[in-house]
């Protein structure tokens, strides 16, 4: 079996010469972990290099080797750090008083605190080798079912009401990963106030949803489906060209969310393709230009769901549910809209700072329908810009656990997702 280094914490709590000398160490290991945390976040794990890391920790490249033998070791120490955070969050917050709920509510108060380091997103698991890819998906697999048996704890003592307890877990899950990525992608969103604003904005969405006075949840009007591409003529070089390079990007698209992009290789894409590397440059350029054009094509949908939504919602709390009902519906189904991943930093420029502009519009949208909600009576006041991004994270983190099986009912992931909006966790 192969040799599995020691992690940080393991390293910090061996004997040492002096208390000094062991407290010393553990905050500049602490220091490289939070720093290496922020630059894979911010830039993915191709675009950062150790010597990013060691400069932003305060270190020589050559002292980091003191730590650790490479990068992917780094990213494993940063993917257990998180993990261990995660599972410490659940085991204190079991011990919370009010049942399920009150467990699910102080896991949530804990992991939005305004003094908490960022801790690593858990997107590029298959980046990893193994036996350190197996140790992060198992650790990862158990905090998710410890979130979900708190949840099906508080449908058994009456505090929650009746849902999908696993959806459920995975949508806080998915909104806990998207505020460490929200700062990013969302112009204005920074430092303590903005997290102490995620976190009360999430708990009090959890316990009482944004639905004033709905209690039932509406079939959504729109089907994600009527956005696949239509029939084409196999026989005009140009439709069928441009069919191929749709169906690259939409696959793409679906490797990218399902295992992240980093861990995803255009080797990859080509074999879900059925079709060589070759094919996959013939229409891009390289995997940057995949990348791009996966964006593009993902905001180009969040777009058209926005539009749909203005359309066929009659109040402002239907438009902001058509839409959160459609992007769920699309990330489980066939569309796989690239959702916001770590690595904006490492996209050129000009379409990075053009994606952000997109983002912060759908923000915008969202919180539109949401006031339009509170001014018709339809919405409870909220804190609106928070909770217009919140869904993102709700749906975005599906595609990464789904199963086959799942796919084939996006429905009902859109209706449970669209029921915590509107009604939380809380039994009426």
Not at 51 to 78: H, K, M, P, W
Not at 178 to 196: D, E, H, I, T
Not at 402 to 410: E, F, L, M, N, V
Request: overall charge positive; charged content about 20%.
């Amino acid at each position: 079996m192969p040799q599995i280094r020691k992690t940080f914490s393991d390293q910090a709590a061996a004997p040492a010469k002096s208390a000094g000398g062991t407290r010393k160490r553990g905050l500049k290991r602490e220091a490289l972990l939070a720093q290496a945390t922020k630059l894979f976040n911010l830039r993915g794990i191709a675009a950062t290099s150790l010597s990013d890391i060691a400069a932003e920790a305060g270190l020589t490249r050559a002292a980091l080797y003191y730590y650790l033998d490479d990068r992917a070791e780094l990213v494993f120490q940063c993917y257990m750090r998180a993990c261990d955070q995660t599972a410490e969050d659940l085991a204190i917050a079991s011990e919370a008083p009010g049942g399920g709920l009150g467990q699910v509510l102080a896991f949530v108060e804990r992991a939005t605190a305004p003094d908490r380091p960022p801790v690593a997103v858990l997107s590029e698991i298959g980046y990893l080798a193994s036996p350190h890819r197996e140790l992060v998906e198992t650790a990862n697999r158990r905090n998710a079912a410890h979130l979900e048996a708190m949840v099906e704890q508080g449908v058994r003592d009456g505090g929650i009401r009746l849902c999908d307890a696993k959806i459920a877990a995975r949508s806080i899950i998915g909104m806990l990963s998207w505020a460490q990525l929200s700062p990013y992608w969302v112009l204005g969103a920074k430092g303590p106030g903005f997290r102490a604003r995620t976190g009360a904005a999430m708990l009090d969405l959890l316990k009482n949803g944004i639905g004033q006075g709905a209690r039932n949840i509406q079939p959504c009007p729109v089907d994600a489906q009527s956005f696949l591409p239509g029939r084409f003529n196999a026989f005009d070089r140009r439709e069928a060209a441009e069919m191929k390079a749709a169906q690259l990007v939409m696959t793409a698209s679906q490797l990218f969310n399902r295992n992240g992009i980093e861990a995803t290789s255009l080797d990859d894409v080509s074999a879900a393709l059925g079709a060589t590397k070759g094919v996959v440059y013939h229409y891009m350029q390289d995997k940057t230009d995949l990348v791009v054009r996966c964006y593009e094509r993902g905001f180009d949908l969040f777009e058209a769901f926005a539009a749909a939504a203005k359309a066929r919602g009659a109040t402002g709390f239907e438009r902001s549910m058509i839409g959160v009902h459609l992007n769920t519906q699309a990330q489980v189904g066939e569309l796989s809209p690239l959702m916001p991943q770590v690595g904006l930093d490492a996209l050129p420029a000009p379409h990075r700072q053009a994606f952000v502009r997109r983002a912060n519009r759908l923000r915008n949208q969202f919180s539109v329908f949401i006031r339009q909600g509170i001014a018709d009576g339809s919405c409870r006041p909220c804190d609106v810009p928070i909770v217009a991004q919140l869904g993102a994270g709700a749906f975005g983190w599906l595609p990464k656990w789904i199963t086959p099986d799942d796919a084939r009912d996006p429905l009902r992931f859109g209706d449970e997702v669209v029921a915590l909006f509107t009604l939380g966790l809380k039994a009426s």
